[in-house]
């Protein structure tokens, strides 16, 4: 070290005795130690200033998203690793790190942290659970590949997902086909059921009504479901009662003749019956309940038992019929058929309603036999009247089953 020189009188030169120097020589050695101290302090403080100058040159300032919230970090470090420790942030499996923790940083650097939620996804009735880094729930559909627009869901889109997760439904679009009040409907629908398919249309099914699928169903792409509408009324009426035909042997009168002996009467009964309409058919009927207003008188007819002689004339002819064309089938059972066919209703029809009355007419036969409206309507002496046309026209075979019964 250089020494200083503190400012005073110039020492003699050669007339200074020995012990006169050694006498000056302790002050010389004081102000020697006396400028030594600042020199040190000085040194000190430099080396405190280069440690000074060191630690601020490794402080960085980054800023840091966590699932979008912006802060600024002062941290000391270089790596992103250092500054989620500096933050005191922890990354899972689940999360997303950008840049990766090993990844350098340097000052003004920008770091994101996404952390996973977990979601139990119900997509059409059928759960999974996935992991996302989405805030909301329009991003999270995103991540899981669920983009289109039209989509029935049980939280808005602008929804936030809370770190702990939740339950979201999901309701894909599906293309159904409507065939009811004879029109078909198709149309793309996110409804969850079949109930709530028909509400979408406007359509309303009572519970008389049939459905070609459950209320409940989940709906599926392409389903087709059918509504066919029933109605089911109760109507008073009154209904004759058939006469029966009683034969009586007559051995006065010629073989192949015959006389009425009684001319009979239908009878009369008042019932309730219950009809079941689909789709404006009706489908069928059904008699509920029965009272007799009158009962029926039974025809009474001779029939000649009489041999015939050769020199015997041809017996008289029957007298001829009110209406034209049935006296040939004026002797038959016509009300064993009736019982047979319809079970004596005249207003009678099958169940599938092609089969109409006492004789069970279909409606192209009836009217091919002169008759007007439904057989059903007319009396039963005008059906008779009709199946007597018929049985001349064609025979007893127009009644595969019952038509025996004509000759018993």
Known sequence: MAAVRLPGKREPRSNVSRRSSSRHAAPSRLRSRETAVPVLIAAVLGANVTAGTAWVASSKTVTLSVDGQLRQVDFR????????????????EHDLLVPAASAALEDGAKVAVRRGREIELVVDGQPRRVWVTAASVDEALAQVGLREENLAL??????????????????????????????????????????????????????????????TDPVTEGMSVRLVRVVVERIEEQAAVPLETVQRRDPA???????????????????????????????????????????PVSRVVAVGTKPRTASAPAPASAPAPARRGTAGA?????????????????????PGGRYRGLYQFSLATWRGIGGSGDPIDNTPEEQTYRAKLLYQRSGAGQWPHCGPRLFS
């Not at 470090?77 to 899972?92: F, I, M, P």
């Not at 004026?330 to 009678?348: D, K, T, V």
């Open 77 to 92: 470090g270089s790596t992103v690793g250092d500054l989620l420790a500096a933050a005191g942030l922890s990354v899972g």
């Open 154 to 215: 049980s939280a808005s889109r602008s929804r936030a997902i809370p770190l702990d997760g939740f339950r979201l439904q999901v309701i894909t679009s599906k293309r159904i086909t409507v065939l009811a009040d004879n029109a078909a409907q198709e149309r793309e629908t996110t409804a969850a059921t079949v109930a709530e398919a028909l509400a979408e249309l406007g359509l309303v099914a009572d519970g008389d009504d049939r459905l070609s699928a459950l209320r």
């Open 253 to 295: 009168l010629p073989v192949g003749q015959t006389k009425e002996l009684t001319a009979g009467k239908e009878g009369l009964i008042r019932r309730t019956v219950e009809r079941v309409i689909a789709d404006g058919v009706l489908e069928k009927s059904t008699v509920l309940s029965a009272t007799a207003v009158s009962a």
């Open 330 to 350: 004026a002797s038959l059972n016509w009300a064993a058929l009736a019982r047979c066919e319809s079970g004596g209703n005249p207003r009678a029809l099958s």
